[in-house]
């Protein structure tokens, strides 16, 4: 077991419950800076553990079992569906179908009655939807074919894998790179596919994805 697989089985287990690191602190009733990055090393460099007092009110704040933690740190992905104590049923479009008019409101809300149905784990959003990627421009992350479940209310940092809807109207799924009071940078996973850099006002929303089917 190593330092940085305790650290992001935590990371793991706050995006699938649509939160950050701070925010799965204060849910846990800890201090929010308790899992911040830079409180993962000690001033001379050495790894900081957290404690396990900590992990056992993370794990009782979020319903999640040792068992599926354990397997978080073990280089799981996601927490087995057997593991989950809950699930619902989350509106499900195709990637490519979502820069099309009708599914989503003003403030990227999912609405209208067009959309599928899919079970998935519970997502702390009530506002949570899923899209079916299509294409190739995030692999090997997601491939074709892979459902992620995208959180709108999620807080949202650099590195993260989003979804984007331009003003325009295209929506892609990407890495955000850098997030300005100006710009907008976004990163595709595969290296064969640009990446892409907006002005603010072009870009209506961008949501996090939490979750991912593989």
Do not use: C
């Amino acid at each position: 077991m190593k330092h940085e697989d305790i650290w992001r089985a935590l990371d793991t287990l706050a995006a699938e419950n649509g939160l950050s690191a701070s925010g799965l602190a204060k849910r846990a009733g800890l201090d929010p800076t308790t899992f911040n990055p830079s409180k993962r090393r000690m001033s001379d460099g050495r790894a900081r553990w957290p404690s396990t007092e900590s992990l056992a009110k993370v794990l009782d704040a979020t319903g999640a079992t040792l068992d599926a933690f354990t397997a978080l740190v073990t280089g799981a992905r996601a927490i087995p569906a057997s593991s989950r104590q809950q699930s619902r049923r989350i509106p499900l479009i195709g990637l490519a179908q979502a820069g099309g008019e009708g599914f989503f409101d003003d403030g990227g809300y999912p609405v209208g009655g067009s959309w599928d149905e899919v079970s998935l784990p519970e997502i702390a959003d009530g506002n949570a939807y899923a899209l079916e990627i299509s294409g190739e421009s995030m692999e090997p992350v997601f491939r074709d074919g892979d459902l992620v479940i995208v959180s709108p209310n999620a807080p949202i940092r650099r590195g993260d894998r989003v979804v984007v809807r331009t003003a325009g109207g295209e929506v892609m799924a990407k890495q955000l790179a850098r997030r300005s009071a100006r710009r907008v940078e976004l990163r595709s996973l595969n290296p064969a596919h640009p990446d892409y850099n907006f002005d603010l006002n072009e870009v209506a929303w961008i949501h996090r994805i939490v979750w991912a089917s593989q």
